[in-house]
T-cell receptor, first 112, second 115 residues
Framework: AQSVTQPDIHITVSEGASLELRCNYS??????LFWYVQSPGQGLQLLLK??????LVQGIKGFEAEFKRSQSSFNLRKPSVHWSDAAEYFC??????????FGAGTQVVVTP | DAGVIQSPRHEVTEMGQEVTLRCKPI?????LFWYRQTMMRGLELLIY????????DSGMPEDRFSAKMPNASFSTLKIQPSEPRDSAVYFC?????????????FGEGSRLTVL
């Protein structure tokens, strides 16, 4: 069975500091991996995705993620966060477009 | 360019009433998904359609829930009768299966409160 674990429910980071959000997955084959962001009262927006190839993927808003097969991880990073990055972030895994298993999410708070 | 459009954005109803949530996917997309988001269970896939045909409804909680997609530009999720535990945000999303972008586009959600 597929599953996604986001170990950190809540992260507080200072503006300008780096951010890393963890994601571990369990899946029988090579999965499609995604990171989505949700701002309050909004739907989810795709930040980036990994299907195959280069294990370091670049996304929108300055985010990147690295797929590590040996660790079953797909961690999201940003070198310098902005106040507008405060949101909830979801990692997701799936075999096909849209039929995704989402993690529980990580709430990111950005302090001045 | 219009995104996924959901209505109503907010719905407050009493237990036992029928609730209908509506979704208009992005034009040209051939797959449509209904997700439910709660604090306890996170995001759960309820059902998805491909070319207007329900493909997987294994996430639909029980018979009180039903979903239809009469055409490529419209879908409904109905709860009858509603119960307080159905209170959640219901998201509709669409995508283009077969494309190489793989992006699922979400609507802004319908927040349902059942009293």
């Amino acid at each position: 069975a597929q599953s996604v674990t986001q170990p950190d429910i809540h992260i507080t980071v200072s503006e300008g500091a780096s951010l890393e959000l963890r994601c571990n997955y369990s899946y029988g084959a090579t999965p499609y991996l995604f990171w989505y962001v949700q701002s309050p009262g909004q739907g989810l927006q795709l930040l980036l995705k990994y299907f195959s190839g280069d294990t370091l993927v670049q996304g929108i808003k300055g985010f990147e993620a690295e797929f590590k097969r040996s660790q079953s991880s797909f961690n999201l990073r940003k070198p310098s966060v902005h106040w507008s990055d405060a949101a909830e972030y979801f990692c997701a895994v799936g075999a096909s477009w849209g039929k995704l298993q989402f993690g529980a999410g990580t709430q990111v708070v950005v302090t001045p | 360019d219009a995104g996924v459009i959901q209505s109503p954005r907010h719905e407050v109803t009493e237990m036992g009433q029928e609730v209908t949530l509506r979704c208009k996917p992005i034009s040209g997309h051939n797959s449509l998904f209904w997700y439910r988001q709660t604090m306890m269970r996170g995001l759960e896939l309820l059902i998805y359609f491909n070319n207007n045909v329900p493909i997987d409804d294994s996430g639909m909680p029980e018979d009180r829930f039903s979903a239809k997609m009469p055409n490529a530009s419209f879908s409904t999720l109905k709860i009858q009768p509603s119960e307080p535990r159905d209170s959640a945000v219901y998201f509709c999303a669409s995508s283009l299966q077969g494309s190489d972008t793989g992006e699922l586009f979400f609507g802004e959600g319908s927040r349902l409160t059942v009293l």
